[in-house]
Nanobody
Framework: QVQLVESGGGLVQAGGSLRLSCAAS????????VGWFRQAPGKERDFVAV????????YYADSVKGRFTISRDNAKNTAYLQMHSLKPEDTAVYYC?????????????????WGQGTQVTVSS
């Protein structure tokens, strides 16, 4: 079983940038797709981005396309979410999770080993 820990969240002004990290332990991330999701207060957990096991394929929610970039470093057993041009509506707890299929899928039902989340707050 892989354990995931997110980090890198914080408070940033609108237009700013943050880079989130998702560090894995217990097993290698190499065979898994890694997804980022977010949940704002009172709302459901929404898909943000996913990267395939090799890093060759990525997929983004329309709301973050062109602003966020997902990447991974299998040698460091870590995935990342680089966020630019942040908006107040990006405020949420951000979670990473893994999909054992290794392929690009966006539904939460395919993902497991959820981390504890990291808070991102964007002020206007």
């Amino acid at each position: 079983q892989v354990q995931l820990v997110e980090s890198g969240g914080g408070l940033v002004q609108a237009g700013g940038s943050l880079r989130l990290s998702c560090a894995a332990s217990g097993r290698t991330l190499r065979s898994y797709a890694v997804g980022w999701f977010r949940q704002a207060p009172g709302k459901e957990r929404d898909f943000v981005a996913v990267i395939s096991w090799s890093g060759a394929n990525t997929y983004y929610a329309d709301s973050v396309k062109g602003r966020f970039t997902i990447s991974r470093d299998n040698a460091k057993n870590t995935a990342y979410l680089q966020m630019h041009s942040l908006k107040p509506e990006d405020t949420a707890v951000y979670y990473c999770a893994v999909d054992p299929s290794g392929t690009v899928r966006s539904s939460t039902e395919y993902f497991g080993s959820w981390g504890q989340g990291t808070q991102v707050t964007v002020s206007s």
